[in-house]
C-alpha cells in the first residue's frame, strides 16, 4: 500500500552535486515526517536528513551538514535531497523512509524509528 520510489542517483564525481527524490503513495504524506538514509557497503545504515510534515523541521547529519538540504513538496508527495560538493565516502545507496509519530515530535534518526522504506538508489562518487 505505502510505496516510496527514489530517483536521481548516479555515478558523479567528487565536487559535484546531484538531487534525490522520492515520490510516495498509499499514505497522507503531507502528515509524515520523512527521513533519508544510506547504506555503503560493509557498513550500516546511517541516517542521512529529516524532515517533518510541513518543513518546519529538518535535520542533517554532521556528516553532510554544510553540503546536503532536505526539502519536500507535499502537493507532489515528494520529498528531496540536495547533495553539493560530493565525496567519495557518500558514495551508497539511499533510502527515503516514512517516519512513525513521535510523542515529541522530534525527528528519528535511527533506522527503526521509520515504518516504510523504498527501493533504494545508488549514489557513486569517484575520486
Known amino acids: 500500500q505505502v510505496q516510496l520510489v527514489e530517483s536521481g542517483g548516479a555515478l558523479a564525481e567528487a565536487g559535484g552535486s546531484l538531487v534525490l527524490s522520492c515520490a510516495a503513495s498509499?499514505?497522507?504524506?503531507?502528515?509524515?515526517?520523512m527521513g533519508w538514509f544510506r547504506q555503503a557497503p560493509g557498513k550500516e545504515r546511517e541516517f542521512v536528513a529529516a524532515?517533518?510534515?510541513?518543513?518546519?523541521?529538518?535535520s542533517l547529519a554532521d556528516s553532510v551538514k554544510g553540503r546536503f538540504t532536505v526539502s519536500r513538496d507535499n502537493a507532489k508527495n515528494t520529498v528531496f535531497l540536495q547533495m553539493n560538493s560530493l565525496e567519495p565516502g557518500d558514495t551508497a545507496v539511499y533510502y527515503c523512509?516514512?517516519?512513525?509519530?513521535?510523542?515529541?515530535?522530534?525527528?528519528?534518526?535511527?533506522?527503526?524509528?521509520?515504518?516504510?522504506w523504498g527501493q533504494g538508489t545508488q549514489v557513486t562518487i569517484s575520486s
Open positions: 498509499g499514505l497522507v504524506f503531507s502528515a509524515a515526517t
Open positions: 524532515i517533518n510534515w510541513n518543513s518546519e523541521i529538518s
Open positions: 523512509a516514512v517516519g512513525g509519530p513521535r510523542l515529541d515530535n522530534s525527528l528519528g534518526t535511527h533506522p527503526y524509528e521509520y515504518r516504510y
